[in-house]
C-alpha cells in the first residue's frame, strides 16, 4: 500500500455492504459510508464499480461460504488481476489474489 506505483481501490460492494448492515443497525458497521467513500476518494482510491462479468464470476468461485458481499469482492480482484486484502480468514481461504492482514 505504500508503494506509490500502485493502484489503491475500493469496491462499491464494500460500501454496499456497509450501507445495508449500518441500516439494520449492526453494531460493527457504525462507520458512516458517505463519509468512508470521501474520505477513501480524498486519499487517491478508486472506485472499483461492479460488472456483470464481475457478478459472472461469482459462478466459478467454490464454495467457501455464502457471504455475497465477499464473494463479489474475490471475484473482482480475480476478475481485474488486483489484490485483494483481507482480515477475514474465510475468504482468505479463496484461490486467488487474497492477502490476509
Do not use: C
Not at 62 to 84: C, N, S, Y
Amino acid at each position: 500500500m505504500e508503494d506509490p506505483d500502485n493502484v489503491l481501490v475500493f469496491s462499491a460492494a464494500s460500501l454496499w455492504e456497509i450501507t445495508i448492515k449500518a441500516g439494520l443497525g449492526r453494531a460493527d458497521f457504525q462507520v458512516d459510508p458517505h463519509l468512508l467513500r470521501r474520505g477513501l476518494i480524498e486519499n487517491g482510491y478508486e472506485e472499483l464499480p461492479i460488472t456483470s462479468q464481475h457478478a459472472l464470476a461469482v459462478g466459478q468461485l467454490p464454495d467457501v461460504h455464502r457471504d455475497p458481499f465477499d464473494r463479489i469482492l474475490v471475484a473482482q480482484a480475480m476478475v481485474e488481476g488486483v489484490l485483494l486484502l483481507t482480515h477475514d480468514p474465510l475468504v482468505k481461504a479463496y484461490p486467488g489474489p487474497i492477502e490476509a492482514v
